[in-house]
């Protein structure tokens, strides 16, 4: 069995299934997904993939009792990420928590049960089931307004934009480990991915519509994207020609998932303190601009 934590929001939970679906996939062994740090989440998200035919189903009673306890302290932190480095290949259940934000090779040598615990924001981890994930991540159906729009942005040289915000602003902790970007980013990031473009349309997904309302100058006029789910904006996002995405899980997988077009993306991916970006083609695939 291949267990995995989701938290966070759908991006997020996305690299989290698309890492256990590629473990999954190799070892044999049932996906199944662990919600109590979702049960817990102070913001509220929820599970997010029911959206989707993703190949896995939530744990049940039981599943989870064979996997050692999460560490907690910062002594239980060292011996997880000790076990992680050492990462055998497994005859008991093993609890595997991501040691650091870039690929971790020791991912490759897992075997038997093992419970997967981190964010997993590397195409590497899933590159061998590239194929399935992106048939198993795309939206299967849109609403009748989404399905207007999905048809505009997909007639011509459409270009999206994704500005995050949120808690980005709001927490003052997430703000220095993440940042929200500023405006001049958003702004050079859409004239790049606009480039070659004959006439482009720009459409513009957040999840703060009334400053990018109020604040946000692309230098040419905008559709700003409201009233829809976030499994919609996603897709809607994907099926731009272009598009000129945030720091954010959200708007990458909007990106990977999407038709061939150009990428551009922010070579900040992280705010002033804790994590940096060690490894950006770990992080981006070939032929995404950054900016």
Do not use: K
Request: glycine residues 10%; positive net charge.
């Amino acid at each position: 069995m291949i267990a995995v934590r989701l938290m966070g929001g759908l991006g997020n939970q996305m690299f989290q299934y698309a890492a256990g679906r590629a473990l999954a996939a190799r070892t044999g062994g049932e996906l199944v997904f662990d919600l109590s740090a979702l049960e817990a989440d102070p913001a509220g998200r929820s599970y997010a993939l029911g959206a989707y035919p993703v190949r896995g189903r939530v744990a049940g009673p039981g599943d989870l009792a064979p996997f050692p306890p999460r560490a907690r302290g910062r002594a239980g932190a060292l011996a997880a990420r000790l076990r992680t480095a050492l990462a055998p290949r497994g005859a008991r259940p093993m609890r595997f928590r991501e040691p650091h934000f870039h690929y971790a090779p020791a991912f490759a040598r897992l075997g038997g049960d093992v419970y997967l615990d981190g964010y997993w924001q590397s195409g590497r981890y899933f590159e061998p089931v590239a194929g399935a994930v992106r048939a198993e991540l795309t939206l299967p159906a849109l609403g009748p307004r989404a399905a207007e729009l999905a048809a505009r942005v997909s007639a011509g040289p459409s270009v999206g934009v994704h500005v995050r915000r949120g808690d980005y602003v709001s927490d003052p902790h997430i703000a220095r480990t993440h940042g929200a970007l500023p405006p001049e980013y958003h702004r050079r990031a859409a004239a790049l991915a606009a480039e070659g473009l004959e006439r482009p349309e720009f459409f513009v997904f957040t999840d703060d519509p009334d400053w990018v309302a109020a604040r946000l100058d692309l230098g040419a006029p905008f559709t700003l994207v409201r009233g829809l789910s976030a499994h919609e904006d996603l897709r809607l996002l994907s099926l731009c020609r272009a598009r000129a995405i945030a720091n954010s899980s959200f708007s990458w997988w909007a990106a990977w998932l999407g038709a061939p077009g150009r990428v551009v993306a922010p070579a900040r991916w992280f705010g002033p303190e804790r994590m940096r970006t060690r490894r950006l083609d770990d992080l981006f695939p070939p032929g995404w601009v950054l900016a």
